[in-house]
């Protein structure tokens, strides 16, 4: 009787033994996984940033110049870049602006020159990137022009 108890002690330990194994080894490879995308430069979820876009507003209409105007909550100007786009057209880089408003990316556009789609829709889009160049939101709104 006293040789059967010992044997099952003994199973106890060799199952609690895997299955602490089995703990580090989890344990192990989710930080290896974890370490490797964070040192991965192509993985930044995008839109994990607010990029607020201030002006111009969706279903806006614009006439002749206006400023475009964006920032990332959360960040310092000096921490990202902001690129806008017409119609998928090319990137252009805002600059950074602080007069009397809460500081933000801003670039000054001419709608004059935008008669392709007549008065629209238009589709500017407004691309964040963090000073290593990795994309860290994105956000598009649509106007029209007159």
């Known amino acids: 009787m006293f040789g059967l108890a010992g044997r099952t002690r003994r199973s106890t330990r060799r199952s609690t033994r895997r299955s602490t194994r089995r703990s580090t080894l989890l344990i192990a490879f989710l930080a290896l996984l ?40 959360g960040l310092h100007l000096e921490d990202y870049d902001i690129y806008w786009y017409i119609d998928d057209g090319v990137e252009r880089r805002m600059y950074d602006e602080w007069e009397a408003r809460t500081e933000h990316k801003a670039y000054e556009v001419d ?36």
């Open 34 to 73: 974890t370490i490797s995308i964070g040192a991965c430069d192509d993985v930044v979820g995008i839109g994990s940033r607010d990029l607020e876009i201030l002006s111009p507003r969706s279903n806006q209409t614009l006439y002749g110049y206006e400023t475009l105007r964006a920032r990332v909550r």
């Open 111 to 146: 709608t004059w020159d935008w008669y392709w789609n007549g008065r629209g829709p238009y589709t500017i889009g407004f691309i964040a990137e963090d000073r290593r160049g990795r994309r860290i939101a994105e956000r598009t709104v649509r106007v029209y022009v007159e």
